[in-house]
């Protein structure tokens, strides 16, 4: 049985109760914003512009504002905290908890351990790690993208974006592959388009489909499509297969991520991730894993804190230009978010 995590599921159902209430409903992080901490009315003002944001009504407004100012005052209150990380108001400011947990909604099944063979141990046996590395640095990440608001595809996402690595790694040439592609094509039981998926499915798909199309030639559209079985003119991304890292093993994790970028499904559903702005996040969540991200890379901060450098698939709006940094080697052996718990990478 194969492990997986159900990753980003409802967004599309989310966005039908946030129509009634919002009229312009673009990709609400689809233009440099000012950062917005304070309370005041004038502020959520400033932050609609900012966010394009207008509502139909003026009870709704009325409304999003009460959210907006409670958000607010989460926001100083965690930033007043001086932690090593810092909250803003972004584009999630005028969501109400469940609302921010209902983007990531997701499920997680019992682990079956037979997934996890010796191949991967035998794999890094004497693998180098160094102190700190950023995958960033030689080439073989991407530009941060952005899934859209409407669309729960972060599992297509993780699993792209683990494939351009591993292939620019092994060939030197880095290249923005189609999201789109899984989103339309892949359609099992656990992985539906926009409703959702595991990233285990996209890989299994480039497998079995001997490769994946670029984003120019099947670009994202974040919807869900019919498959466009048409083949492409080249098929510049192919992969063997691809393995499970040992879960609840931050040693064993870091042995990959000195190798490649990998995989991993987090506990995204806290107010405090979904405002994070900067610095190593420390905060509270749990291990309901419902988002797909890639770890690319690791370091320690002047003080001594250790972090796993992950990109996300919220915009370069969101977090450090679409980054964050998460503590390292913490005491729950699930690591932080849970993200020891589920992680994988591809063979190429």
């Given amino acids: 049985m194969a492990r997986f995590t159900l990753s980003c599921l409802s967004l599309a159902l989310f966005l039908t109760t946030l129509v009634e209430t919002t009229t312009a409903l673009q990709l609400p992080w689809s233009t440099p914003r000012t950062q917005v901490d304070s309370l005041p009315s004038q502020s959520f003002t400033q932050w609609m512009a900012n966010y394009a944001r207008a509502y139909e009504h003026a009870s709704d407004q009325e409304s999003r504002l009460k959210i907006f100012e409670d958000n607010a005052r989460f926001i100083d209150s965690v930033n007043a905290e001086k932690r090593p990380f810092k909250l803003k108001a972004n584009m999630f400011a005028d969501r109400t908890k469940d609302e921010l947990r209902f983007l990531r909604m997701g499920f997680r099944p019992p682990i079956n351990a037979s997934n996890f063979s010796s191949a991967f141990m035998h794999e890094y046996d004497n693998v180098s790690v160094p102190q700190s590395l950023d995958w960033r640095e030689k080439g073989a990440v991407t530009p941060v993208k952005d899934q859209g608001f409407t669309c729960g595809s972060c599992w297509a996402f993780g699993a792209v ?6 292939t620019q790694i092994r060939t030197g040439k880095l290249v923005s592959l189609s999201e789109q592609e899984l989103v339309d094509c ?16 996209g890989f299994q798909s480039i497998v079995d489909n001997c490769g994946l199309s670029t984003e120019a030639e099947y670009p994202y559209r974040g919807v869900s499509r ?11 991304a192919k992969i063997k297969g691809y393995r499970y890292i040992p879960p609840n093993n931050e040693n064993a994790l870091l042995k990959a991520v000195a190798n490649h970028p990998v995989a991993v499904s987090i506990d995204a559903g806290s107010k405090a991730f979904g405002f994070y702005s900067e ?33 996300n698939s919220w915009s370069t709006e969101w977090g450090e230009r679409g980054y964050i940094r998460m503590q390292r080697d913490v005491a729950a052996p699930e690591g932080i978010c849970g993200i020891a718990m589920a992680a994988s990478y591809p063979i190429a």
């Fill in 279 to 311: 610095g190593v996040f420390t905060g509270e969540c749990g291990t309901n894993l419902d988002h797909e991200v890639l770890i690319v890379g690791y370091g320690i901060t002047e003080d001594g804190l250790k972090y796993w450098l992950v990109k």
């Fill in 186 to 201: 892949v359609n099992t039981t656990r992985s539906q388009g926009c409703k959702g998926g595991f990233k285990e499915d």
């Fill in 226 to 236: 019919t498959c466009n079985t048409e083949e492409p003119s080249t098929w510049v």
């Fill in 161 to 166: 974006a683990a494939v351009e690595s591993i």
